[in-house]
Every structure is written in C-alpha cells, then in structure tokens.
C-alpha cells in the first residue's frame, strides 16, 4: 500500500523562526517528491521538488530527501503570518503511472 | 486568463442527481486528472488521464466517471450523487515527458455539496 504521512498539526511557531515540516512515505520506488502549499479553500501550489538525497534550497525554503530512512522534510525560515496554510508532500511513484500520492497536510500557523 | 479552470466552481445538488464536473486547460499538456479533498485526507485520485484515448481508474472511482473530450478537455460526472461525494474537486495537469520531476498544476477547485 502506498502511504505518505504528515503529522497533521496545528504546527505553530512565531513570527521570524524556523518552521520544520515533515513527511514520511512507505514506498522505496518512489522517485521524486513535492511540496505544495494550499491556502483554505484555495488550490495547491507548487512550493518546490526534490529527487536527489540531501538539500535544495529555494529562497527561504529548504526541501532535505533521505531515501534510505524515507523521508522528505521542508523548512520555512524566517517565516512570516502570509506562510500559514497547509502544506502537502506528494510523492512521484513509477510503478503507480507516475502518478503522485499525497500526505493529508500539516497546518502551518505563523504567530505575529 | 487561468492555465487551468473548472465549471462550476459551486454546486449544490440532490441526492440522485446526475452531475457534471468540466475541465479545461490552456497549457498543452498530455496528462489530466481529478481529485477530491476531504478535511484530514488530502487529495485522492479519482480518474487520470495520460491522453485522449488512455483513461484510468484511480484509488476511489467508485460512483464516479469521466470523458476526455479532447487534449484541453476532461469531465468529471457523479451519474447519482450521494451526501458522502460532498467535496472540493480539484483537476489538475501535467505535461508528463520529464520523468518525475514534472510538477501538477490545478484549477481553482469545484466545491460540490450534495444534500
């Protein structure tokens, strides 16, 4: 069975400090990974991916794949009251038609 | 003007009734899909689509169906909707011939009540 899993919060942290996301997934042939951020309401929106161990950074954003403990993580730094929302892994499977499965979200919420 | 938009972004409906989610997209791409989101549950595929003629079952089609009506096109029906398909409909695209790593990008979302 194919499972990403999220703690699914509330996560808070004030304003200006490290938010720490986490995502764990249970398939090995999984091959790429995505985070997107969703707005109540609103649709996803694409943060930023990885497919590669280690870190890849987007402005304020972190994205850190550890395959071999399958795990993929996201951090906010700096992070700001407009961050709160809910932020979703998907996981990129090639024998599931590439198709992606998502984690049910963790709520981010970002205290002035 | 949206790269990707769904008709009607509202819908209140009777048990029963038969109903039609639309799609449409602008970006040129191969592969289409429909989720529902449910409140703790994230986004679960439905139907995808990698081209006109190839449609596929996702995790929960049941009481569901779709056409793909054309590359930019594809529709969602409910042909006798019930209270537990009360959702948010996301479709999505994506253009699929960079391996994994290209992202999904949806549409503004169909909030569909079914009472």
């Known amino acids: 069975q194919k499972e990403v899993e999220q703690n699914s919060g509330p996560l808070s942290v004030p304003e200006g400090a490290i938010a720490s996301l986490n995502c764990t997934y249970s398939?090995?042939?999984?091959?790429?990974f995505f985070w997107y951020r969703q707005y109540s309401g609103k649709s996803p929106e694409l943060i930023m991916f990885i497919y590669s161990n280690g870190d890849k950074e987007d402005g304020r954003f972190t994205a850190q794949l550890n395959k071999a403990s399958q795990y993929v993580s996201l951090l906010i730094r700096d992070s700001q009251p407009s961050d709160s929302a809910t932020y979703l892994c998907a996981v990129n499977l090639a024998d599931y038609g590439q198709n992606f499965v998502f984690g049910p979200g963790t709520r981010l919420s970002v205290l002035p | 003007d949206a790269d990707v938009t769904q008709t009607p972004r509202n819908r209140i409906t009777k048990t029963g009734k038969r109903i039609m989610l639309e799609c449409s997209q602008t970006k040129g791409h191969d592969r289409m899909y429909w989720y529902r989101q449910d409140p703790g549950l994230g986004l679960r595929l439905i139907y995808y689509s990698f081209d006109v003629k190839d449609i596929n079952k996702g995790e929960i089609s049941d009481g569901y169906s779709v056409s793909r009506q054309a590359q930019a096109k594809f529709s969602l029906s409910l042909e006798s909707a019930i209270p537990n398909q009360t959702a948010l409909y996301f479709c999505?695209?994506?253009?699929?011939?960079?391996?994994?790593?290209?992202?999904?990008?949806f549409g503004p979302g169909t909030r569909l009540t079914v009472l």
């Open positions: 999505a695209t994506r253009r699929g011939r960079n391996g994994g790593t290209d992202t999904q990008y």
């Open positions: 398939d090995r042939g999984s091959q790429s």
